[in-house]
């Protein structure tokens, strides 16, 4: 089973997803920094308590389909007979109690019930119900009121399997992209070099003819943070100035002299500088955003699958 | 003449430097150049960008220096000439340049300041959520209330508009919506059966209020003729409630829930499950059956039924329906149970076993008739025995079809006519032999007369005269002693029927009325028509060993020949122990709504019963082959 990367600069359970601070300028408090790379006593939702909540999760999966086999229902396996009610109450109530996962993260409880438990038993219990719900159906889908609500269910699920996967799999590459041969840098030093950089290149900009000087005007006008939220995901910036100005400065530069003290040397390799801080920094914005992006997905789809599900549920009541 | 410059930078705490110079002579450059007496370190300036002259006291011209227009209180110009005492503007790149004048020096005044930052990311923009995806995609609450509200109104608001528009149809047999889109067709959870494909879009038929399950009210709009009652007795669901007994364990918790959810039980719907899907509605399971008919001389102590269950295992035996006395006018007709040697008294004398032999006399009669009976070595079942149009039973044997091919009834030739006693009226009979021998005696062989061409010798002659002598000696010289012949043991009638007294007519004589039973289970249904790859021997035993026409030949429930060789009930248990087990449920040859036609089940064409069959075989242990 794999287990979240643990991240130095994060409390115990926070990810750089889920920490307010992370995503702020403000300086990280040294003092409270705890180096725990060493000996980690780090236990993963996924792992927690030996996988108590997997197994109940398989059993809940091996009960259902042997139920579901075993148990013979005239004419056929739908939500109407009495085992198709009987899964369709313990599905109904177990989304109702998963979608508390919202209410529970925001209060900060002690307790035996711990907020990694409830977790734990979200991800596994929520798996479960792909069975839960499919065999509520008999396997009978149609254009309905009753499918979509499976459906969304089912995007609620697999929406939630790819949050777990990026969770699993990106901290790793994020903490890999920050890191270089100088050290770790922070979301806040990313600014700053920016910055530094901007600085750096309109100083050195200044000698330069007035066309050279609008390409590299362009660059610094860039707002790097302006991206959509597919070029985000996809880190894909075709328009990207400062490429496109390190492109037009060596044209330009290429039918010059070379001097000894030339600007266009300098401003190449300042541009150069920060082109490589901008992958860098476009990158964090991708792993960034996949981390986050699943839930605008699980949360919606969420609400809108208990807004079918009381439709589902009304209108079979309605049409008794 | 001298200029002021004053160049005003912003503090990081938000305060201004203002760093004033003086520029003398009477020209002045603007530009990004370091020269430039007022320098615009902005990337968006040309290195020269315009030149100031003083012309006056109070007034300047600006001259742009490349061509390229700059921007003079909102107007793009190169060339102007102004009144510094007007205090106007000028705006090179990111810099806006305020002119005025000195009050004391008079000289004019330039007040340089960058409106915008020199580089985006210099600016002071906030950057508490710059990594996330704020901003870039809809809120995370705000979709969620967005699409929970779409859904609540496509998928609930609007179907029960949907409903509650068209309401007033329901229970009117002919009320029927629009064509076209309602929505609460979007809560179907399945394709109704083809029966009432019809009524797919009008869900008020049958759905008529809100929250209360289907009625059999909705059923009956339609099906006032159609829906014959299971019981015809006045108390009919008291009856039924009662034969189901009381629901105890998981049963009694469902009836119990049903109740409380509002659907009543022994409703029509209970068993006719709807909106399973295209095709016909599924035969009705045998358990439906059970549960009344398994053990129900307990619950319903006065009924006359025996208890039933599953065919293979617990189906009471056969009462057919046989003739008791087909003497009166209306045979008598009476349910017995059957056994191997159960009788019927149709009227007739039959030997089925003589009939169907070989060997012996019968079976020379065919052989020696290969016209008639081609490559037939005795006869066969068919030879007498034709099934009815629909397949499914026997028309009845008449006897100048069958019979009378080789028991022929001629008794006078008159040239190449023969003249046969009629069948069926002994009046007509005794009148024909009355009249025939009112004629006299047999004819006179024609080479008895003198002049007749003849053999040579006597001998011949003398042969033929004693033929002739015998004939006339023997032949019934009196009708009477014909007629009595006829009805009497070796006479062509006794052969066949029993000889009862009759009237004067018919000579004291008379023939008792034959009956032929053409289906002897009533309550349930057989049809020939589906066993056509069985020999007729093979259920009908006793056909080769019967010489008594009273032998019952009908197959029973068990035993060599009976139904169960094949059909084991429902349910895998029983299904390996013959050869050729063929499921049989109680809707195969019953029907709760019976008529007098086959069940429901049967009436279904083959494919359609083939794939009834798979989905109720698929996930039992046994697998039947038909």
């Known amino acids: 089973m794999a287990t979240l990367p643990h991240n130095p600069d994060q409390g115990d359970f926070e990810t750089a997803a889920t920490s307010k601070n992370s995503t702020s300028t403000s300086s990280p408090k040294k003092a409270s920094r705890v180096r725990r790379d060493k000996v980690s006593s780090h236990e993963s939702f996924l792992t927690y308590g030996s996988g108590r909540w997997a197994k109940i999760a398989i059993g809940i999966f091996v009960v259902s389909l042997a139920t579901y086999l075993f148990i013979d229902v005239e004419p056929r396996h739908n939500g109407g007979s009495w085992y198709g009610y009987t899964l369709g109450t313990i599905g109904l109530l177990l989304i109702l109690w998963l979608t508390l996962l919202g209410v529970r993260k925001r209060a900060i409880t002690p307790g035996r019930w711990s907020l990694k438990a409830w977790t734990s038993a979200h991800v596994y219990l929520g798996l479960s119900l792909i069975a839960i719900g499919t065999l509520h159906a008999g396997f009978q889908l149609g254009w309905n009121v009753h499918t979509l609500a499976w459906a969304l269910m089912m995007l609620v699920i697999v929406s939630g399997l790819f949050g777990i996967w990026v969770y699993a799999r990106l901290p790793t590459a994020m903490s890999a992209n920050r890191f270089d041969a100088e050290g770790a840098i922070t979301e806040k030093q990313m600014i700053e070099g920016l910055k530094q950089l901007d600085r750096q290149i309109h100083d050195a900009a200044q000698p330069l003819d007035p066309e050279a000087a609008a390409v590299i005007d362009k660059s610094l006008e860039e707002n790097v943070f302006a991206g959509s939220a597919y ?78 599900l009381s439709a589902h549920v009304i209108s079979v009541f309605f049409y008794w | 003449m001298s200029f002021l410059v004053r160049q005003i930078a912003l503090k990081a705490s938000g305060g201004e430097i203002v760093r004033a110079k003086r520029v003398d002579g009477d020209e002045m450059k603007i530009g990004r150049d370091g020269n430039c007496g007022i320098h615009l370190p902005d990337l968006g300036v040309d290195p020269e960008a315009a030149l100031v002259t003083q012309l006056d006291e109070t007034h300047i011209e600006i001259e742009s220096l490349t061509n390229l227009p700059f921007e003079c209180d909102g107007l793009k110009v190169t060339r102007k000439e102004l009144d510094v005492t007007n205090g106007s503007e000028l705006v090179f790149g990111s810099h806006r340049i305020k002119l005025g004048q000195d009050p004391r020096s008079r000289f004019p005044t330039f007040t340089v300041r960058r409106e915008t930052p020199m580089a985006h990311s210099s600016a002071d923009n906030d950057l508490t959520d710059v990594y996330t995806l704020k901003g870039k995609v809809p809120g995370k609450r705000m979709s969620a209330w967005a699409f929970a509200a779409m859904v609540a109104i496509a998928f ?26 309602h929505a609460d067709k979007m809560w179907e959870s399945g394709k109704l059966s083809v029966a009432h494909k019809g009524l797919e879009n009008d869900c008020q038929s049958c759905h008529v209020e809100p929250f209360v399950a289907v009625r059999d009210n909705a059923c009956l709009t339609c099906h006032k003729q159609d829906a014959h009652d299971h019981i015809k007795v006045a108390n009919a669901t008291d009856r039924l409630v009662q034969a189901r007994g009381e629901p105890t364990g998981f049963a009694g918790f469902q009836r119990a829930v049903g109740s409380t959810f509002n659907k009543p039980a022994g409703r029509c719907v209970e068993c006719h499950t709807e909106h399973e899907g295209e095709g016909a509605m599924a035969a009705t399971d045998q358990k439906f059956c059970t549960e009344c008919h398994d053990g129900m001389k307990a619950r319903l102590p006065d009924t006359k039924l025996p208890d039933a ?92 079809e069958s019979c009378q091919t080789c028991h ?42 003198g002049m007749a061409r003849r053999q040579p010798g006597d001998s011949s002659a003398a042969g033929v005269a004693k033929d002739y002598a015998r004939a006339v000696r023997f032949y019934p010289t009196q009708a009477n002693q014909a007629i009595t012949m006829l009805f009497n043991k070796g006479g062509a009638c006794f052969d066949c029927h029993t000889i009862i007294p009759g009237g004067a007519a018919t000579g004291g004589y008379n023939i008792q009325n034959v009956a032929q039973t053409q289906r002897y289970l009533q309550k349930g249904w057989f049809t020939h028509d589906r066993h056509t790859k069985f020999e007729c021997v093979d259920c009908h035993l006793k056909a080769e060993t019967s010489n008594d026409a009273t032998d019952l030949l009908i197959p029973g429930l068990g035993g ?64 039947t082959s038909r």
């Open chain 1, 231 to 308: 070029a985000r995901v996809m880190n894909r910036y075709p328009n990207c100035r400062t490429r496109a100005a390190i492109a037009d400065i060596r044209k330009l530069r290429n039918f010059r002299p070379r001097l000894e003290d030339d600007p266009f040397a300098k401003v190449d390799t300042l541009l150069s500088r920060k082109e490589a801080l901008l992958a860098k920094l476009r990158r964090h914005l991708q792993l960034k955003s996949w981390l986050q992006s699943w839930l605008f997905i699980h949360v919606p789809a969420t609400f809108a699958l208990i807004a079918a």
């Open chain 2, 156 to 181: 609930l608001a609007w179907p029960i508009y949907s409903y509650a528009t068209y309401n007033d149809l329901a229970l009117k047999k002919d009320g029927v919506r629009p064509a076209g889109f």
């Open chain 2, 309 to 400: 269950a599953d065919f293979g295992t617990s189906h009471p035996q056969f009462m057919p329906a046989v003739i008791t006395n087909a003497a009166p006018e209306k045979p008598v007709v009476k349910r017995i149970a059957w056994t191997p040697n159960a009788k019927e008294f149709g009227g007739l004398k039959f030997t089925h076993a003589q009939h169907l032999s070989t060997t012996n006399g019968v079976a020379q009669m065919v052989r020696r008739r290969p016209s008639e009976f081609p490559e037939q070595s005795g006869l066969d079942c068919e030879n007498c025995h034709q099934a009815d149009p629909s397949g499914t039973w026997f028309k009845p044997v008449v006897m100048e």
């Open chain 2, 408 to 449: 022929s009834l001629t008794f006078d030739q008159v040239g190449g006519t023969f003249r046969t006693l009629r069948h069926g009226e002994p009046e007509m009979v005794v009148a024909d032999l009355r009249s025939f021998f009112a004629g006299g005696a047999p004819v006179r062989p024609a080479n008895l007369g």
């Open chain 2, 560 to 623: 060599k020949g009976g139904c169960r060789d094949c059909h084991v009930g429902q349910g895998g248990a029983s299904l390996a122990s013959v050869k050729q087990p063929v499921e049989s449920g109680c809707a195969m040859c019953h029907d709760y709504h019976a008529d007098d036609g086959a069940p429901w089940m049967s009436r279904q064409p083959a494919s359609r019963r083939a794939s009834v069959d798979r989905k109720r075989n698929a996930g039992s242990a046994g697998t």
